[in-house]
T-cell receptor, first 112, second 110 residues
Framework: DAKTTQPTSMDCAEGRAANLPCNHS???????VYWYRQIHSQGPQYIIH???NNETNEMASLIITEDRKSSTLILPHATLRDTAVYYC?????????????FGAGTQVVVTP | DTAVSQTPKYLVTQMGNDKSIKCEQN?????MYWYKQDSKKFLKIMFS???????INETVPNRFSPKSPDKAHLNLHINSLELGDSAVYFC?????????FGEGSWLTVV
């Protein structure tokens, strides 16, 4: 699976959009971009995933560049409960055995 | 209802002891996992089971033995516990594109 690069940390004001970048310059054509987050003392939580089109669900939006070498997770209206470590992961969707390779992630702190 | 539940949530035990962590999922998934999160917060897969068969074993010491009595359960037994086994252990289950994690079991070996 391709390696990803994320900033170590970022702050966001409550109510504002949080834009979390991720670089994955060695991504392969059949690899998807996944985002998970881990709130303190909880298990990781799936957020969203995509291949090349932008995706949106009730939690977030995922913007993938045309060359697929980077992506941005957008939390449209950050709340204090969004404070967590956010992980960007690339993997082949058909790999149903679920070998997610977590990096260090981005520690997001949402402030009042 | 909790989708992936694991017990105990906290476990403090002495070196050399044998302990087990239990995991159950009520999502009807065929695939279950054990992940380990160490003190540096890195999450790493340990085992993956599909339909009760071992699929992934990430060079975990033989002291760790997963047991899957049925598709809904994947238990982790650890023999001869060492200080370095102290970590948070997460059970998980999945369909193809989404993995659901339990809340974790905090293991402290003293």
């Amino acid at each position: 699976d391709a390696k990803t690069t994320q900033p170590t940390s970022m702050d966001c004001a409550e109510g504002r959009a949080a834009n979390l970048p991720c670089n994955h310059s060695t991504i392969s054509g059949n690899e998807y971009v996944y985002w998970y987050r881990q709130i303190h003392s909880q298990g990781p939580q799936y957020i969203i995933h995509g291949l090349k089109n932008n995706e949106t669900n009730e939690m977030a939006s995922l913007i993938i560049t045309e060359d697929r070498k980077s992506s941005t997770l957008i939390l449209p209206h950050a709340t204090l409960r969004d404070t967590a470590v956010y992980y960007c992961i690339v993997r082949v969707e058909a790999d149903s055995w679920g070998k997610l390779q977590f990096g260090a992630g981005t520690q997001v702190v949402v402030t009042p | 209802d909790t989708a992936v539940s694991q017990t105990p949530k906290y476990l403090v035990t002495q070196m050399g002891n044998d302990k087990s962590i239990k995991c159950e999922q009520n999502l009807g998934h065929d695939t279950m996992y054990w992940y380990k999160q160490d003190s540096k917060k890195f999450l790493k897969i340990m085992f993956s089971y599909n339909n009760k068969e071992l699929i992934i074993n990430e060079t975990v010491p033989n002291r760790f033995s997963p047991k899957s009595p049925d598709k809904a359960h994947l238990n982790l037994h650890i023999n001869s516990l060492e200080l370095g086994d102290s970590a948070v252990y997460f059970c998980a289950s999945s369909r193809i594109n989404t993995i659901y994690f339990g809340e974790g079991s905090w293991l402290t070996v003293v």
